[in-house]
């Protein structure tokens, strides 16, 4: 039960972050209630795949679709434009992660010894989710961010290329998660130093063509 309630919990506190950071990276309100339910619907799902199932790949993949639809059912947001918005939370959090993984392992924090192997886990969760948070918050107060996103999520939209664009570059992204994992295996650990490497490319991309994507819309509306 207490292994249980740790891993909804810190699921929870993982989801919630990338929420937080998503909705704060594109200028949307935030809905805490909402965002709290959700989390702990993806943390239960999560846990009885992991544990009851073993489905770990299942899993990744169940988590990034439920994600997406709760952007898009839940918080109302277009449908198109929620597929961009979860890639942005993916690759976000997990160069975060990812960055986080190396470091302590570097640093040998990975090598300590915890009464329980999953604590290590714990630390890392938690420290990734609070770099997440620090991180949106620091957005927020500096008013940066894109707001490119429709407010109504019926509105009729015409895509263009730049948008075409951050559409593939998110697309992938649960694929490179998968591929994280596996590098974590001891046998393939020594490469896993590429991986914030290729989060930190695919998500310069992103934010460069957001970026030229933001100021396209401010220029139409200055017209």
Known sequence: MQDFALYILFSMLETFAMFFLAFRVFKIDLYTKEIVFASALMAFISYTLRYDYGLITADIIVQYILNYLFLWLLFRIQFFYAAIVNGLAYLSYMLIQSTCYLIMDLTGANSLVFPFMTLSVYMLQSVSALVTLIAACYIHRKRKGFDFI????????????????????????????ILTIILTNNEYS??????PLAYGMLLY??????????????????E
């Open 150 to 177: 429709p407010d109504k999520p019926d509105e009729r939209i015409t895509l263009s290329l730049r948008e075409v664009i951050l559409f593939a570059i998110s697309a992938p992204s649960v694929l490179i998660v």
């Open 190 to 195: 020594r490469f896993f130093f590429l991986m």
């Open 205 to 222: 991309s992103y934010t460069y063509y957001a970026y030229k994507k933001d100021m396209n819309n401010h220029e139409l509306f200055s």
